[in-house]
């Protein structure tokens, strides 16, 4: 039943939707505002449209629903759903009201009626729609601009349109690439400025109202006064521009923060800050509050803004649709949101009509039709309003029979019940009948009992009703029928209730019926039993009709009926005794009326008449007719007559004016239908004026309307014309527009003019013309337009004017208007008194216009001030306002210098200016770019530096309380810190004096270059990615350059082991690896597979290292399980189940999260000779159920464990075996006779033993006697090679009698069914039969096969061989074994048919095997998947099975190393990844496979990694005069694990050689000054070699130079050791040392010589400091682990001996790690300040210089 409801509930959707399909309620496609500015000069108008079938009738309607109409002139309400009304002044004059007032649209057709939400009509004074721009902060080429839009409070929110030179300009948050984005409060952000942007027009248009132009002011001075921006107001979406309005923070990075509820400031988070303004690209509730700006530091000045996020008043009413039934209650939700804030009214309205309902929830209840409809709830507050509806739809379900009653047989004197239940909204009413009439009033025969019930599976309140009828006579029997009915239809059931007794039929009365309908008489008859009921027409024919079920015996259907069917219908009913009752019924047709189309003449005209003829064509009489027009009758104002008879009606109209037209019709009724035809009545009538506009007078900007509208049949025409001077007529071609140019016009759709704002040119004379057809009408009127006074600026410039004390300043105003015009000009609100220092003067110059201009000379600070110019004649006034400003410049400040430079501030000291005083002073500075930055320091600077107006350049402004006063500096000297600054950058600055009334003159840049510092900012796009299971490659880019501090000497990459609880953090143990400056990756080995790491990485700089990254946590990828599962055991559950458990393998196997196992049993006792059938399971936990095996069977178990990298390998291999069950029967039964008193019995063994089987019963039966048959116990069977049968010989039987044999199989679980049946006689004359069974017999090639064939017969029978068909020969490999063939060393050839034939005189018998032969397996492919250092991974592909092989059972893989060639090994495995471990890195290896048959094809592989990796350049080797630091680190090792490195070094006479290792630094001490060094390297590993040379130089002493060396490469131990027995010899010796002489000789003229300290005077030389320059210092002992030391002796340039020390130490540097060898101040002077900078950055690149062999200062 609940289903039937929800069928209900659909049909009734789909019922309201095809009958919307049709009729369409109103829906408003535009919705005019919530609200409507009404100014007091100027028109409003506001637009409506809706659609909706049929079209729907728009109109205004006030609160109260009181429809507005037009006031010609004053209000309009146009057709089209506009409403447009003219100035407010003139309906005040005219009486038409001009208060605020509510106003709604209204839609309305046949399907409903739609309000749309309410207008609030607002007056307003003129002024509010005026509009200004205001710049919030100065413009400049390359910068950003704020400008704002202000609008009157009176206005809210509105939407704003920007306009640059006249044209919209295209602004929106679209990302980065957008210029201009405009957002909520009038706001509008410019960014990347052009030089056209700076030189072009600004206009905002609000309320199609725009505002004055504006131009762009780039002086930095006129932002001196306040600019305050306390709260911005944006509506939900709204893109939000929040600026941060502060002086002197030019190049200062701006930081945003929000209040949060707390009140703690927190960062701005969401946003993007644009040249430091906040953008919030979509306003959310959430982003309301305060928000601060400023430019740094806490202590920096900031600007609060409160940001106030207003949601749109939205309204919903639920539930939608509301479904009830007749007579139900229930009640609708109204749910406001939003708003801003306030008292929210609310009313509802039912189609249209007002509810005194101001609750949000609107009670109905009971429901009746008219209550159908649309609701609609009304919000709305002082400022916005909204509106929603909800439907209410009447859902009576037709009534449903859900129990009813069957055909019953019945006798006289008996009583029997006859029950309908039904359900139905609202409940239905159940009606008996009998024969489709009510039933006859006879209490005494039929009681009804009607209630109302709750039947299982139906609805509750279902109505039953019982009919129980008492058997009188046999007239009770009948076709009962229950009937019901309630608003929604009905249902009706009928079945008979048979009466034994003779048949009678009641009466019928007489059937009237109309042509071409369908007739269905039921003949009302009763008795029992009836043998047939037949209907017979007048002519005693019978009528055919089809033959139904008995419930249907007795129906006349009559289709289509005519004229010629009309007559007598006799009903015969004949018993089954042979009792015939007869009935007639008279059936007559009848003609509904039809009547002649008619039509009216289409040329009449006013005063003339007319008649029409509507005539009856056919139709049964008497006929009545009637006329209507347009569907209603005739009024009698009309004067229609109207003359009616028997077969026509007359339509006579005389004196036809305009009221007569319209669509009459003629209407034609009888008792069986009506009939109607139209026609159209159109009275020709000439136009006439209805309204029409007079002559008018306006003030220039006021709204005017100028109505004009006639009547006429034809609808009149109307068009317009213009004249300035009433001659030479055009025609005015406006269109209809919605939203005309304030400056043009438009037609309405009524013929109203209608003029935004009206304008000189729009004064003359306007003519209107009402057209239709041939005739028409002109009316001519004349607009006189008044214009009052506008003033505009005159000599350029805007509100700001500036001017030097002592110059002459000139203010100028030009106004325009209608003459008498009177300007005056006030000073501070005061009137104008220059008291003899300038004067005012007016001009006039022509086209109407005047200009007023003052003139001060000698302008002084009495001048400044607010001047007004203001401008009045009789229609109007206008004002201007100038703001002057008179400055008096300070002088320059002098001597300015940079006294001191650290790396983040710079002191600055200048002598304090003459002449005026000085309030504060500004100082700008900015870093140069790269380029200026490495420029020397003595090149003259750009004439870029002359530009100081760009975003980088820094403002600092000092008041007098700011300056520092160094006693060194002497008196009058001031001085400044300059904080904030890059440490090694280079940098210019400038300093200006400001008082009160401007500033002086910028001083010529001074630059100076910062100190270096550690680095300060951390790697950027850090990115960790996992290669394999055991890497990570780091990848990152340079901090940001201006976080360097210094020149980067390399990277430092920390990584440890987290935890997944999250556990671990840098400070733990971890490991750290290096990396070069230029590098940019890096890849970490030997990691954890699947294990999570934490890396860091951080620069260094010669001051130091930077601060750690924050930890990238990254995990590494997950390498299949190494190990399998452990613990496996497995028991038995059942005869078919096995139950396994086991646990995961151990945690360092794992390879990363477990996600499932896979379970692999095979079957261990299937035919050896069929392919193994392994079996998978997917399990996801540690045990399982195995289901489904075979009984008594023994299992390999054997778990895989997988991750999401792949497979593990199985686990050691578990045996189970399944209980046992009863056996299958026997597969197969033979009984031969041996004798005339022994029989043999052969049967083979159950195909499903299902266990171990204990012993056959055989049952053996003489068919001739009636006992039990008796039964043998055997215990075994004779087992041959490849096959099992069972023969148990019978004997002591009776000779001639027929016995019946069968047999049991047993195991320990019982005995399984019977075997079939076999039947044979003892005889003594036996035929030859075969006990044996034959079939299909398989061999592997190389193997043997043995066919055993036993026979039996009497006499013994003969037996022979066949092989196809042919005799087969015992010789080999065939050989006679007993009663077998065997079959030894078998050939794909052997494979055949084998038959054995045996033969005796009294019969014959043979059985045939089939003997297969199958190939050795295919082997299978190797493919390789993944290389590693020491693994490879490879996929093994077993080949498609080919017919006629072997499917392998078992597959393994065979590999060697290739070079040098090793011994093949091998692995048993399975199809899919296998892993070959325990490989050397880098080397090549061969493989195949094998499936136990052939070996497969060769693969060649190789482990990856290789041979160390040389650095590409000196960049490892840092060198100073005596010391020598080599970074070990830089050397790769290939990815073949560790390095041994060894260096060979030889140079100035001595060489060396050492082992040492890699990873850290090698320092190697006692080094000659200015030499030049060879250093040969060799670094292996288990995967080869690498050799390098290397040449470095050390740094030369005072006064000396680099020395050139010819050294020889490091010599091997066996050449040192020849080497030294050569020298042993004195004549050798004495040739060496003057070979050396002699080349030491030519290198010294060979050498170009460098410039020494002497050569070159003057501050800013390097000078070496006169001792011996010192070895690099040791290392503390708590940060570096310093290893002993190793000393080496070499020949030293005077014969001495040189002691060479190698220091081993930690790659990556620390924080205190020791500074380069420190050099002595270059001068001290402070005018020298820059070349020692220069001389420090010199010093620095000598001494990490990146090149190759550098020996001379690159830096200058």
């Known amino acids: 039943m609940k289903g039937h409801k929800l069928r209900w509930l659909f049909f009734l959707l789909s019922v309201h939707l095809a009958a919307s399909s049709s009729d369409k309620r109103p829906h408003f496609v535009v919705e005019p505002p919530p609200r409507v500015l009404w100014p007091a000069t100027r028109g409003a108008y506001a637009t409506c449209r809706a659609t909706g079938h049929p079209a729907p009738d728009v109109h205004w309607v006030t609160a109260e629903g009181q429809v507005i109409t037009t006031i010609p002139g004053l209000r309009h309400v146009l057709s089209d759903g506009r409403l447009v009304v003219g100035a407010r002044r003139s309906l005040v004059d005219a009486g038409g009201g001009g208060s605020s007032a509510v106003l709604r649209c209204r839609a309305s057709n046949r399907a409903g009626v739609t309000l749309s939400r309410p207008v609030l009509l607002q007056p307003v004074e003129d002024n509010v729609l005026s509009h200004s721009i205001r710049q919030l902060s100065p413009a400049k080429v390359g910068g950003s601009v704020v400008l704002r839009c202000e609008v009157s409070p009176q206005v809210g929110l509105v939407d704003v349109t920007w306009l640059q030179d006249g044209l919209p300009l295209s602004s929106g948050y679209m990302g980065a690439d957008s210029r201009w984005v405009s957002g909520a409060h009038g706001l509008l952000l410019g960014t990347d400025l052009t030089q056209a942007d700076i030189q072009a027009d600004y206009s905002c248009v609000a309320l199609d109202s725009p505002s004055p132009v504006l131009k762009l002011t780039t002086d930095d001075s006129s932002w001196l006064e306040a600019i305050e921006l306390n709260s911005i107001e944006a509506r939900l979406g709204d893109t939000v521009i929040i600026p941060c309005i502060l002086r002197h923070i030019n190049g200062h990075t701006i930081t945003w923060q929000r209040q949060e509820v707390s009140g703690v400031w927190v960062s701005a988070g969401e946003g993007v800050v644009r040249a430091g303004t906040l953008l919030l690209p979509g306003a959310r509730p959430h982003h309301a509050g305060r928000y601060a700006c400023s430019p740094g530091s806490d202590t920096s000045p900031r600007t609060l803004t409160r940001l106030v996020v207003y949601e749109p008043l939205t309204v919903s009413v639920t539930p939608n649709p509301l479904m009830l039934g007749t007579g139900g209650s229930s009640h609708f939700n109204c749910s406001v949101h939003g708003g801003r804030g306030g008292g929210v009214t609310l009313s509802w309205q039912h189609e249209g009509r007002p509810l005194h309902s101001p609750q949000n929830r609107l009670a109905l209840g009971p429901v009746r039709p008219h209550h159908i409809g649309l609701y609609q709830c009304t919000a709305y507050d002082h400022s916005d309003s909204a509106v929603a509806g909800a439907e209410l739809l009447i859902a009576d379900r037709p009534p449903r029979l859900v129990s009813t009653f069957s055909e019953a047989t019945t006798r006289i004197g008996q009583s029997i019940a006859l029950r309908c239940a039904a359900t139905g909204v609202p409940p239905p009413r159940i009606i008996w009948t009998l024969d489709d009439r009510p039933l006859p009033s006879a209490p005494d025969k039929y009681s009804v009992n009607t209630r109302a019930e709750t039947l299982p599976g139906a609805d509750e309140g279902t109505i039953v009703s019982t009919l129980s009828v008492t058997i009188r006579t046999a007239d009770e029997g009948g076709r009962y029928g229950c009937n019901a009915t309630n608003t929604g239809g009905s249902h009706a059931h009928h079945s008979r209730l048979n009466v034994f007794g003779p048949p009678n039929i009641r009466y019928l009365p007489p059937i009237h019926v109309k042509t071409d309908t369908d007739v269905t008489l039921y003949c009302p008859y009763s008795g029992y039993p009836i043998k047939e009921v037949i209907w017979r027409r007048e002519d005693g024919s019978v009528v055919e009709v089809p033959l139904e079920s008995s419930d249907e015996r007795g129906v006349l259907r009559l289709t289509s009926v005519r004229s010629s069917t009309a007559g007598s219908y006799t009903c015969e009913v004949r018993a089954e005794s042979g009792e015939i009752a007869r009935r007639t019924v008279r059936l007559e047709v009848h003609k509904p009326p039809k009547i002649a189309p008619f039509q009216f003449p289409e040329e009449l005209e006013v005063g003339g008449s007319t008649q029409a003829t509507c005539s009856l064509v056919s139709g049964d009489k008497p006929i009545q007719f009637s006329w209507h027009k347009d569907n209603l009758p005739i009024p009698s104002v009309l004067k229609v007559e109207q003359k009616n008879m028997d077969f026509f009606t007359i339509l006579i109209i005389q004196d036809l004016s305009s009221v007569h037209t319209g669509e009459y019709s003629c209407r034609a009724t009888n008792d069986f239908g009506t009939v109607s035809h139209s026609s159209s009545l159109t009275v020709k009538e000439p136009p006439t004026w209805v309204w029409r506009a007079q002559n008018t007078s306006v003030s220039a900007?006021?709204?005017?309307?100028?109505?004009?509208?006639?009547?006429?049949?034809?609808?009149?025409?109307?068009?317009?014309?213009?004249?300035?001077?009433?001659?030479?007529?055009?025609?005015?071609?406006?269109?209809?527009?919605?939203?005309?140019?304030?400056?043009?016009?438009?037609?309405?759709?009524?013929?109203?003019?209608?003029?935004?704002?009206?304008?000189?040119?729009?004064?003359?004379?306007?003519?209107?013309?009402?057209?239709?057809?041939?005739?028409?009408?002109?009316?001519?009127?004349?607009?006189?337009?008044?214009?009052?006074?506008?003033?505009?600026?005159?000599?350029?410039?805007?509100?700001?004017?500036?001017?030097?004390?002592?110059?002459?300043?000139?203010?100028?105003?030009?106004?325009?208007?209608?003459?008498?015009?009177?300007?005056?000009?006030?000073?501070?609100?005061?009137?104008?008194?220059?008291?003899?220092?300038?004067?005012?003067?007016?001009?006039?110059?022509?086209?109407?216009?005047?200009?007023?201009?003052?003139?001060?000379?000698?302008?002084?600070?009495?001048?400044?001030?607010?001047?007004?110019?203001?401008?009045?004649?009789?229609?109007?006034?206008?004002?201007?306002?100038?703001?002057?400003?008179?400055?008096?410049?300070?002088?320059?400040?002098?001597?300015?210098?940079?006294?001191?430079?650290?790396?983040?501030?710079?002191?600055?000291?200048?002598?304090?200016?003459?002449?005026?005083?000085?309030?504060?002073?500004?100082?700008?500075?900015?870093?140069?770019?790269?380029?200026?930055?490495?420029?020397?320091?003595?090149?003259?600077?750009?004439?870029?530096?002359?530009?100081?107006?760009?975003?980088?350049?820094?403002?600092?402004?000092?008041?007098?309380?700011?300056?520092?006063?160094?006693?060194?500096?002497?008196?009058?000297?001031?001085?400044?810190?300059?904080?904030?600054?890059?440490?090694?950058?280079?940098?210019?600055l400038r300093i200006a004096a400001i008082n009160d009334v401007g500033a002086s003159a910028y001083t010529p840049p001074i630059h100076f270059t910062t100190r270096e510092e550690a680095p300060g900012g951390v790697p950027r796009d850090i990115t960790v990615r996992a290669l394999r299971a055991r890497e990570l490659l780091v990848t990152w880019q340079p901090p940001p350059r201006e976080t360097w501090h210094g020149t980067l000497l390399g990277y430092t990459i920390r990584w440890w082991e987290v935890s997944e609880e999250g556990k671990g953090s840098p400070s733990d143990t971890g490991s750290e690896s290096g990396a070069s400056a230029d590098a940019t990756s890096t890849t970490l080995r030997g990691l954890k597979a699947a294990t999570r790491y934490g890396i860091t990485v951080r620069a260094y700089n010669a001051a130091g290292t930077g601060p750690l990254s924050p930890p990238h946590y990254r995990h590494t990828l997950e390498s299949p399980p190494t190990g399998g599962p452990e613990g496996l055991s497995c028991i038995s559950s059942g005869s078919t189940s096995l139950r396994v458990s086991w646990r995961p393998p151990a945690a360092d196997a794992r390879g990363g999260q477990i996600t499932h196992y896979t379970l692999q049993y095979t079957r261990r006792d299937a035919d050896p000779l069929l392919p193994v059938q392994d079996a998978h399971l997917r399990v996801q936990g540690e045990e399982t159920t195995v289901s489904r095996l075979s009984s008594y069977a023994e299992y390999e178990i054997r778990v895989r464990a997988h991750n999401a990298a792949g497979d593990g390998p199985l686990s050691a291999p578990q045996v189970c075996r399944t209980d046992e069950d009863v056996p299958s029967a026997p597969g197969g039964m033979k009984l031969i006779a041996l004798s005339e008193r022994s029989l043999r019995a052969s049967w083979l063994p159950p195909p499903e033993p299902n266990g171990k089987l204990t012993h056959y019963s055989l049952y053996v039966k003489d068919l001739s006697g009636s006992q039990d048959p008796n039964v043998t116990r055997v215990n075994a069977?004779?087992?041959?090679?490849?096959?099992?049968?069972?023969?148990?010989?019978?004997?002591?039987?009776?000779?001639?009698?027929?016995?019946?044999?069968?047999?049991?199989?047993?195991?320990?679980?019982?005995?399984?069914?019977?075997?079939?049946?076999?039947?044979?006689?003892?005889?003594?004359?036996?035929?030859?039969?075969?006990?044996?069974?034959?079939?299909?017999?398989?061999?592997?090639?190389?193997?043997?096969?043995?066919?055993?064939?036993?026979?039996?017969?009497?006499?013994?029978?003969?037996?022979?061989?066949?092989?196809?068909?042919?005799?087969?020969?015992?010789?080999?490999?065939?050989?006679?074994?007993?009663?077998?063939?065997?079959?030894?060393?078998?050939?794909?050839?052997?494979?055949?048919?084998?038959?054995?034939?045996?033969?005796?005189?009294?019969?014959?018998?043979?059985?045939?095997?089939?003997?297969?032969?199958?190939?050795?397996?295919?082997?299978?492919?190797?493919?390789?998947?993944?290389?590693?250092?020491?693994?490879?991974?490879?996929?093994?592909?077993?080949?498609?099975?080919?017919?006629?092989?072997?499917?392998?059972?078992?597959?393994?893989?065979?590999?060697?190393?290739?070079?040098?060639?090793?011994?093949?090994?091998?692995?048993?495995?399975?199809?899919?990844?296998?892993?070959?471990?325990?490989?050397?890195?880098?080397?090549?290896?061969?493989?195949?496979?094998?499936?136990?048959?052939?070996?497969?094809?060769?693969?060649?592989?190789?482990?990856?990694?290789?041979?160390?990796?040389?650095?590409?350049?000196?960049?490892?080797?840092?060198?100073?005069?005596?010391?020598?630091?080599?970074?070990?680190?830089?050397?790769?090792?290939?990815?073949?694990?560790?390095?041994?490195?060894?260096?060979?070094?030889?140079?100035?006479?001595?060489?060396?050689?050492?082992?040492?290792?890699?990873?850290?630094?090698?320092?190697?001490?006692?080094?000659?000054?200015?030499?030049?060094?060879?250093?040969?390297?060799?670094?292996?590993?288990?995967?080869?070699?690498?050799?390098?040379?290397?040449?470095?130089?050390?740094?030369?002493?005072?006064?000396?130079?680099?020395?050139?060396?010819?050294?020889?490469?490091?010599?091997?131990?066996?050449?040192?050791?020849?080497?030294?027995?050569?020298?042993?010899?004195?004549?050798?010796?004495?040739?060496?040392?003057?070979?050396?002489?002699?080349?030491?000789?030519?290198?010294?003229?060979?050498?170009?010589?460098?410039?020494?300290?002497?050569?070159?005077?003057?501050?800013?030389?390097?000078?070496?400091?006169?001792?011996?320059?010192?070895?690099?210092?040791?290392?503390?002992?708590?940060?570096?682990?310093?290893?002993?030391?190793?000393?080496?002796?070499?020949?030293?340039?005077?014969?001495?001996?040189?002691?060479?020390?190698?220091?081993?130490?930690?790659?990556?540097?620390?924080?205190?790690?020791?500074?380069?060898?420190?050099?002595?101040?270059?001068?001290?002077?402070?005018?020298?300040?820059?070349?020692?900078?220069?001389?420090?950055?010199?010093?620095?690149?000598?001494?990490?210089?990146?090149d190759h062999g550098c020996s001379q200062d690159s830096g200058s």
Request: aromatic share 6%; net charge neutral; glycine share 10%.
């Open 701 to 988: 900007g006021a709204a005017v309307l100028l109505p004009c509208s006639a009547k006429g049949q034809p609808l009149p025409r109307i068009s317009w014309e213009f004249s300035s001077e009433g001659e030479n007529w055009r025609h005015i071609l406006w269109g209809q527009s919605e939203s005309p140019d304030a400056t043009e016009g438009s037609i309405l759709s009524d013929g109203t003019v209608w003029l935004r704002a009206a304008t000189p040119e729009h004064e003359g004379w306007y003519r209107c013309t009402a057209r239709a057809q041939h005739a028409f009408l002109h009316h001519s009127f004349f607009l006189d337009v008044r214009e009052p006074p506008k003033l505009t600026r005159g000599g350029g410039g805007g509100e700001a004017r500036w001017v030097v004390r002592g110059s002459t300043a000139r203010l100028t105003c030009t106004v325009r208007g209608e003459p008498e015009i009177h300007v005056h000009w006030t000073h501070d609100s005061r009137p104008l008194a220059l008291h003899g220092s300038g004067g005012v003067e007016m001009r006039d110059i022509g086209n109407g216009a005047m200009t007023s201009e003052i003139t001060i000379t000698h302008a002084g600070p009495e001048h400044a001030g607010d001047y007004r110019c203001l401008a009045r004649n009789l229609y109007g006034s206008d004002e201007l306002i100038f703001r002057l400003f008179v400055k008096e410049r300070p002088n320059t400040p002098e001597e300015v210098r940079v006294s001191e430079v650290w790396s983040r501030r710079a002191r600055v000291t200048w002598r304090v200016a003459r002449g005026a005083l000085v309030s504060h002073y500004s100082l700008q500075y900015r870093a140069l770019s790269h380029e200026l930055a490495n420029a020397p320091l003595n090149a003259p600077l750009p004439a870029l530096l002359d530009t100081w107006d760009t975003p980088d350049v820094l403002n600092l402004t000092l008041a007098n309380s700011d300056l520092l006063h160094v006693a060194s500096e002497g008196p009058g000297r001031g001085g400044a810190s300059v904080s904030g600054l890059a440490p090694d950058s280079r940098y210019v």
């Open 1277 to 1746: 069977c004779t087992e041959g090679e490849g096959s099992v049968e069972c023969m148990k010989p019978l004997r002591g039987l009776r000779a001639g009698r027929t016995y019946e044999a069968w047999v049991r199989a047993a195991t320990a679980a019982g005995e399984g069914p019977t075997s079939t049946v076999v039947a044979c006689q003892t005889s003594a004359l036996a035929p030859a039969r075969i006990s044996s069974f034959g079939g299909v017999a398989v061999g592997a090639a190389g193997g043997s096969l043995t066919l055993r064939c036993v026979v039996g017969g009497v006499p013994p029978p003969a037996k022979r061989w066949l092989r196809g068909g042919n005799p087969l020969h015992p010789r080999p490999p065939f050989h006679l074994d007993g009663d077998a063939l065997l079959i030894r060393g078998l050939e794909l050839s052997h494979a055949d048919n084998y038959t054995c034939v045996a033969e005796n005189p009294h019969g014959s018998d043979s059985v045939t095997w089939r003997v297969f032969v199958l190939r050795p397996p295919t082997p299978p492919s190797l493919a390789l998947l993944e290389a590693r250092s020491r693994e490879l991974e490879l996929d093994l592909r077993p080949a498609p099975r080919a017919p006629g092989h072997a499917i392998p059972k078992a597959y393994t893989i065979h590999w060697r190393l290739a070079a040098p060639e090793g011994e093949w090994r091998i692995q048993s495995t399975n199809p899919g990844p296998v892993t070959l471990t325990s490989l050397r890195c880098g080397s090549a290896y061969r493989a195949y496979g094998s499936a136990g048959g052939a070996p497969g094809a060769e693969i060649s592989i190789r482990t990856s990694g290789g041979p160390p990796t040389a650095p590409p350049d000196t960049r490892w080797i840092r060198a100073n005069a005596t010391h020598a630091r080599f970074d070990t680190s830089m050397w790769s090792d290939g990815g073949c694990g560790p390095v041994a490195l060894k260096l060979e070094w030889a140079g100035s006479g001595v060489a060396g050689a050492r082992d040492v290792p890699v990873g850290g630094e090698v320092i190697l001490g006692g080094l000659t000054p200015g030499s030049r060094y060879r250093l040969a390297t060799r670094a292996s590993n288990e995967a080869g070699w690498t050799r390098e040379v290397y040449e470095f130089t050390t740094s030369p002493s005072e006064g000396g130079y680099a020395e050139e060396v010819d050294a020889p490469f490091p010599a091997t131990a066996g050449e040192l050791a020849l080497l030294l027995a050569l020298c042993a010899a004195l004549s050798l010796a004495a040739l060496t040392i003057l070979a050396i002489l002699l080349r030491r000789k030519r290198g010294d003229g060979a050498v170009a010589r460098v410039t020494t300290s002497a050569d070159k005077p003057g501050c800013g030389t390097y000078r070496a400091p006169p001792h011996p320059t010192p070895k690099l210092p040791p290392d503390p002992p708590d940060v570096y682990e310093i290893s002993p030391y190793a000393t080496f002796a070499g020949a030293g340039a005077g014969g001495g001996s040189r002691a060479y020390t190698l220091q081993l130490r930690a790659l990556a540097r620390h924080d205190d790690d020791a500074a380069p060898p420190p050099h002595p101040p270059c001068c001290d002077e402070e005018t020298c300040v820059d070349a020692c900078d220069a001389q420090r950055r010199r010093r620095r690149r000598r001494h990490y210089c990146p």
